[in-house]
């Protein structure tokens, strides 16, 4: 590594995070030994919790911002990452995610190689059991493979599974991720109409198309609890119909037609497991098909029960 350490701007987007916050700020001292500096800029998305009131109190030395309402994930980080250097790291973080001891120093060592744009740690879930957070650039095979066979696609689908760390990967999960100095300022914002789900996909793509690499830090952990998208049919909808905009965006419309296509079927497929999550998938996927083959979400602002719902990824 290099003997000037740059600063670190921890960019973390709160959308009624009290539950998680004392957790997670009690984690960041440990987390930073051995960066002498870096700040916690917080965006917060109109919480009702008291979000933006816990880490004023329990973190007096935060930048809090109020976005004015609950904008998505992407709008929080474009909102922490305005006020960042270009000579300052990056680290986005969802507040469910609980850095390990001298996790930020190992973030900071991989971004230290300047063809790395983007660090990602190895993640656990609460039960001690492996993160699948690394992934494959999405394809039309690849979302075909997932949608057709789930977690068995295995080498034919996206995601990678836990093991030993990889060096270079096509994106990783987005709730913790360490921008490398520089490149956000080149790279730009992260696509806000996406609301949530994909526009880290969106992001990392960006980064690597421009040069970078995304690559895993060995030896950088950290604890995931997770979101509640395999619960709520309203975000499950999020994320199935964001598939389909990335492909439209990066690969084709001929690509983004036969990932809806697979979709499609999936959604039929499964809807004797869930119906409920799988037919609101169904339905946003057939009356949302123009928009998505152009590249664009089905409803661009997000529903309201989307927002009610978003409290963690």
Request: charged fraction near 20%; charge should be neutral; aromatic fraction near 4%.
């Amino acid at each position: 590594m290099s003997q000037q350490i740059p600063g670190v701007l921890l960019a973390v987007v709160t959308y009624n995070s009290a539950a998680d916050l004392p957790d997670f700020l009690d984690a960041l001292p440990a987390a930073l030994a051995g960066v002498p500096e870096w700040r916690l800029v917080v965006a917060d998305n109109a919480s009702s919790d008291g979000s933006p009131e816990l880490v004023a109190e329990l973190a007096p030395k935060a930048t809090v911002l109020h976005t004015g309402g609950n904008l998505g994930y992407a709008a929080g980080v474009n909102a922490c990452l305005e006020l960042a250097t270009p000579e300052e790291a990056v680290l986005v973080l969802n507040p469910d995610v609980r850095l390990e001891s001298g996790a930020v120093r190992e973030l900071l060592e991989v971004c230290a190689d300047p063809a790395v744009g983007i660090a990602a740690p190895l993640v656990r879930r609460p039960d001690g059991a492996p993160e699948a957070t690394l992934r494959r650039r999405p394809t039309a095979r690849r979302v075909l493979a997932e949608a057709l066979l789930g977690a068995r696609a295995g080498a034919l689908g996206e995601q990678l599974p836990p093991g030993p760390a990889r060096e270079r990967v096509d994106w990783a999960n987005g709730a913790a991720l360490m921008i490398a100095p520089g490149v956000a300022h080149r790279v730009g914002r992260w696509r806000e109409e996406l609301f949530l789900y994909s526009e880290e996909t969106d992001y990392c793509r960006r980064v690597t198309d421009a040069g970078w690499q995304v690559r895993q830090a060995p030896r950088a952990h950290a604890l995931h609890r997770g979101g509640e998208y395999g619960v709520s049919p309203a975000l499950w909808a999020q994320l199935v119909t964001n598939k389909v905009v990335h492909l439209a965006t990066w690969e084709s419309r001929a690509a983004a037609a036969a990932g809806w296509l697979a979709l499609v079927l999936s959604q039929a497929l499964r809807l004797p497991l869930r119906r409920g999550t799988h037919l609101r998938a169904l339905r946003e996927l057939l009356s949302g098909r123009a928009r998505l083959l152009a590249g664009l979400p089905t409803n661009p602002a997000a529903t309201a029960e989307v927002r009610a719902q978003l409290a963690g990824r």
